[in-house]
């Protein structure tokens, strides 16, 4: 019988920097776009290949932080891919809400560089007052 | 008469961390596919915006990395976003070449969870001695 050790062997193939954590990018499985990118601990990833969601490990918060867990706005996982130097995650979602960003918006990535200034191009979808109830 | 330093003032909205580095994201401009991840300091953030090319910061080689100065697979960057903590960059580019990664991938993120194992599933396209000659 396989021990949990030996069936967790893809978690020691992974990098972890010296905090123990990896840059982990959300990506829209379905439009391909650049939703968010977090960080993850062994466990974070480990709890998202278990749950099909993607948990992250919050670094202001310091804990475990299962996107959604307040807006309801999780990230449903169909796939998880490993880089080259096996220390970045990129996740395919479903991004319910259609909202990953904290300030009401579809991508965290709202604002493009133009003419010397960060522009805001994109528009609030949910007042972040009616999202974090 | 702008003052340079005037002029940098969107460089200085970006979180630098304690090493003065952000995580960027080059995406493909057409397909949308995660090439790689690598990382900025300010003079690479800069330089890629007055080049319109990809200048990343080698952590390993603790220098300034042109991307594709030995490949030729420069990336010609059409758009760099910014996200909301401002600690995160995304580029659209072209990717020369069609090859991202050191391995002679389209992307680095060739490799998918599945069974508990990292699986490679997308090709190689060119053997890497041939493209670091």
């Known amino acids: 019988m396989a021990t949990t050790d030996s069936m967790n062997n893809w978690l ?3 990098k972890w920097d010296s905090d123990g954590l990896v840059p ?9 776009r650049i ?13 998202s290949a278990e749950l ?8 202001s918060r310091n804990r475990l932080w299962h996107k959604g867990e307040t807006s309801g706005h ?21 991004q319910v809400g259609g909202i990953a960003c904290h300030t009401g918006r579809e991508s965290c990535f709202y604002r493009v ?13 949910k007042d972040p007052k009616d999202i974090y109830q």
């Open 24 to 32: 982990a990018i959300a990506q829209d499985a379905r439009s391909g």
């Open 52 to 59: 099909n969601q993607a948990v992250y490990w919050s670094r």
């Open 113 to 125: 560089l133009k003419d010397g200034e960060w522009q805001v191009v994109d528009a609030v979808l």
């Open 35 to 47: 939703l968010m990118m977090a960080w993850m601990n062994r466990e974070a990833l480990q709890r």
């Open 12 to 14: 020691d193939s992974v």
């Open 74 to 94: 999780v990230q449903h996982l169909s796939e998880i891919r490993l880089d080259c130097d096996a220390d970045v995650i990129v996740l395919q979602v479903e």
